[in-house]
């Protein structure tokens, strides 16, 4: 009796587990569906469970609010989208090509989660996928070595900051084509000067 109710409790634990992921699944295409017809300050709970079949408490057991749903949604999109890829090695390039793709690929539904009370986490959002590329770039470079302490981590946050940029004025400005924005000149940019720079903090250890 013992085994066969740990055995039930197992079964138990793992539908429960599926069927939760399932329920916030279900309810992240739903709000993407909405999404691209309406920016997210028009999107109410309300709508969102009528259109996913749920009540508002299933709503509330997943998510705080429509912004906390909007964050799993975007991260979780990112995670799919970026397993078509299956290139856990891409350098940092690859990486902001990849981002950019997939910001374009779900366009509609990204300018209309995007205002100004979730600013912040788009910012937070780019800044956690570039910062370890950008990492492993500096880490490349033998002049990062001698660097005084904390010296290379300030310089990964200012590239990083860099690339954060570049996206929140692009959002702003409608998410153009890549020839309007020209995201190549800022690769270029960057691998020009990250050099230069790293020396000029060497030559200035302290």
Not at 159 to 185: A, C
Request: charged fraction near 25%.
């Amino acid at each position: 009796p013992g085994a066969a109710f740990s055995f039930s409790s197992i079964i138990k634990n793992v539908r429960d587990t599926y069927m939760k992921e399932f329920t916030k699944a279900a309810i992240a295409d739903t709000f993407m569906e909405l999404l691209q017809e309406h920016t997210i300050d028009h999107i109410t709970v309300k709508d969102l469970a009528e259109k996913c079949g749920i009540n508002r408490q299933t709503f509330y057991y997943h998510f705080a609010d429509i912004y906390d749903l909007m964050e799993w949604t975007l991260d979780n999109e990112l995670k799919k989208f970026l397993e078509r890829y299956d290139k856990t090695d891409a350098d940092w390039k690859e990486q902001l090509q990849q981002l950019f793709v997939f910001f374009r690929f779900r366009g509609q539904q990204v300018l209309h989660a995007y205002d100004s009370q979730n600013r912040l986490y788009y910012e937070q959002f780019i800044y956690r996928q570039m910062l370890p590329a950008i990492h492993k770039l500096i880490l490349t470079y033998e002049e990062a070595e001698t660097l005084a302490e904390g010296k290379a981590e300030f310089i990964e946050h200012v590239y990083t900051r860099m690339i954060v940029n570049f996206f929140l004025d692009w959002l702003d400005e409608g998410m153009p084509d890549e020839e309007t924005v020209r995201l190549s000149d800022y690769v270029h940019f960057m691998e020009g000067s990250l050099q230069s720079t790293l020396v000029t903090f060497q030559d200035k250890n302290v």
